[in-house]
């Protein structure tokens, strides 16, 4: 048990109900002035995916008004949903019907799929975490077992779930992903159907029995292999009968169009980053969408668009940096790259695409004189097909190392802030790290900036000026790591500039 009153009194909040209070986290119902009631969860422990939902939402969950660090605890203060939990329905009714198991089933698969595309697999998926509200619409609640994606982990660092919906990988077997969250999903649908826990009755009839026993099974590939595809699968009763796992289907893609992580670019920087050397292309890029219409768009947007990938970055958006020219290759949802025979141009807020360079297979972008933050879209056109991937621009005015930089090769060494492979929409530097090491990193001020500033409340990081600076042309800092208890987190690194944010991801010894 903690104590919460220094967090309330230090934000001005009142307290209207204790809906949770344990030794690791605890979540309020509060008031602030005059404004009206929303929920305050505070935790020991970091939750990066209610950071991605502050910044982007996701659909079918609460959204998050604010995160931050106060008194020790990780904040999250998130709107307060109003309705019934699944739990209370079911104690009430007992079970629903096929066809109403289905509407709340579907409705959950695309909260789920929102939150996938977004990098992160809930963990916990079960009826006290499914709120019935108003319309016969659904909100998904609590992140707090969330877990990022990273396929590359053979097994989770955190052991987190309610036992009787787990899937068997989150006990340690192997690394959990969107599987497990299926296979939760259908102890929810047996629930719906049954009232009851699958171990206690498993539901019999008809084609669903199928859908529940595919979710369910022990090896994640036997599985359905995504929310969309269950959903997909859902949406038909004529599949109901083939429970093999199948292709994602693309009519329901299209349908999840404001909920995609349609794959983006990232641009390097003129300080001499290196274009990513060309490679195969992967044939399992998310399925193409038409992008968001923004306001003053061109008339050139009307009609279908297909979405623009970079090999390797699954992002939402392309980040085109002031300080100069930039280059990038580009490619078609089946794997072609975007050539000179192409027409490219972007919307002028964003900067200017000057030429393509055959020596490096890339489009050279100019973004020297736009606003930071300003976004729009690039576009590329051939034989008929249209193509746009949307675009950030970025500014760095502080940069991070891993060693100390100097002006003979400021590349050198140079940590590029970019989508966190993983974390969803989240923009930052991703580094691994042992537990039992300490990790050093250098962060710099870029040329002409006389003054750096920077601070940082993570325990597990101590900040140093670095004097003289070396060989390069302004401060630096020297900021160390540990984490002895080891486990994935992040920290943000806060300046007179900018911030950044560094994802710490824990290397696990060989064979673990």
């Known amino acids: 048990m903690f104590e919460v009153e220094n967090v309330l009194r230090s934000s001005g909040m009142t307290l209207e109900k204790t809906l949770s209070i344990k030794d690791d986290h605890?979540?309020?119902?509060?008031?602030?002035?005059?404004?009206?009631?929303?929920?305050?969860?505070?935790?020991?422990?970091?939750?990066?995916?209610?950071?991605?939902?502050?910044?982007?939402?996701?659909?079918?969950?609460?959204?998050?008004?604010?995160?931050?660090?106060?008194?020790?605890?990780?904040?999250?203060?998130?709107?307060?949903?109003?309705?019934?939990?699944?739990?209370?329905?079911?104690?009430?009714?007992?079970?629903?019907?096929?066809?109403?198991?289905?509407?709340?089933?579907?409705?959950?698969?695309?909260?789920?799929?929102?939150?996938?595309?977004?990098?992160?697999?809930?963990?916990?998926?079960?009826?006290?975490?499914?709120?019935?509200?108003e319309g016969n619409q659904i909100c998904l609640l609590d992140l707090d077992g969330s877990m990022t994606i990273r396929p590359e982990k053979m097994q989770d660092t955190q052991l987190i779930g309610t036992v009787v919906y787990?899937?068997?990988?989150?006990?340690?077997?192997?690394?959990?992903?969107?599987?497990?969250?299926?296979?939760?999903?259908?102890?929810?649908?047996?629930?719906?159907?049954?009232?009851?826990?699958?171990?206690?009755?498993?539901?019999?009839?008809?084609?669903?029995?199928?859908?529940?026993?595919?979710?369910?099974?022990?090896?994640?590939d036997d599985r359905y292999q995504t929310a969309e595809e269950l959903a997909d699968v859902l949406g038909d009763p004529t599949k109901y009968a083939d429970p093999a796992p199948s292709l994602i289907r693309r009519n329901r893609l299209m349908k999840l169009a404001a909920a995609s992580a349609a794959a983006t670019v990232i641009l390097a920087g003129a300080g001499g980053m290196a274009v990513n050397d060309a490679a195969e292309v992967s044939s399992k890029y998310p399925e193409a969408t038409p992008p968001v219409k923004a306001e003053g768009e061109p008339p050139a947007m009307e009609g279908e668009w297909l979405q623009l990938y970079k090999y390797e970055w699954m992002e939402d958006y392309s980040h085109v940096h002031r300080d100069g020219g930039q280059g990038a290759r580009y490619y078609t949802e089946d794997g072609t790259l975007v050539d000179g025979t192409y027409d490219v141009y972007c919307d002028p807020q964003v900067g200017v695409v000057k030429r393509w360079l055959p020596e490096s297979g890339g489009w050279d972008i100019v973004s020297q004189d736009c606003d930071a933050g300003a976004t729009g879209y690039i576009y590329a056109e051939k034989g008929g097909k249209k193509y746009a991937i949307d675009v950030l621009v970025l500014t760095e005015s502080m940069s991070a190392y891993t060693s100390l930089p100097t002006q003979v090769d400021f590349t050198q060494g140079y940590l590029q802030s970019r989508r966190i492979s993983g974390q969803g929409d989240t923009y930052g530097i991703d580094c691994t790290y042992r537990r039992d090491e300490v990790v050093t990193l250098y962060l710099a001020a870029a040329m002409g900036m006389d003054v750096l500033e920077v601070a940082c409340s993570s325990p597990m990081v101590s900040i140093e000026p670095v004097e003289p600076y070396g060989l390069w042309h302004g401060p630096v800092y020297k900021l160390t790591f540990e984490n002895p208890k080891g486990g994935d987190t992040w920290f943000t690194v806060k300046s007179n500039m900018n911030p950044l944010t560094f994802y710490m991801n824990e290397e696990l010894p060989s064979g673990q």
């Open 166 to 220: 787990a899937a068997p990988e989150q006990f340690g077997l192997t690394r959990s992903d969107a599987r497990s969250d299926v296979y939760a999903m259908g102890i929810l649908l047996n629930e719906l159907l049954t009232g009851v826990h699958p171990t206690v009755k498993q539901y019999r009839k008809g084609r669903l029995s199928a859908v529940i026993e595919t979710c369910t099974k022990i090896n994640p």
């Open 26 to 133: 605890a979540v309020l119902q509060v008031q602030r002035g005059d404004t009206g009631s929303f929920i305050l969860r505070l935790y020991r422990r970091m939750i990066p995916a209610y950071q991605v939902l502050e910044r982007y939402g996701a659909e079918g969950f609460p959204m998050v008004y604010r995160t931050y660090e106060e008194e020790g605890f990780f904040v999250v203060e998130e709107e307060l949903m109003e309705g019934t939990s699944l739990k209370d329905y079911l104690s009430e009714r007992g079970c629903v019907s096929e066809r109403r198991a289905v509407e709340i089933a579907l409705q959950v698969c695309d909260a789920l799929t929102s939150l996938h595309k977004r990098g992160f697999i809930h963990r916990d998926i079960k009826p006290e975490h499914v709120l019935l509200m």
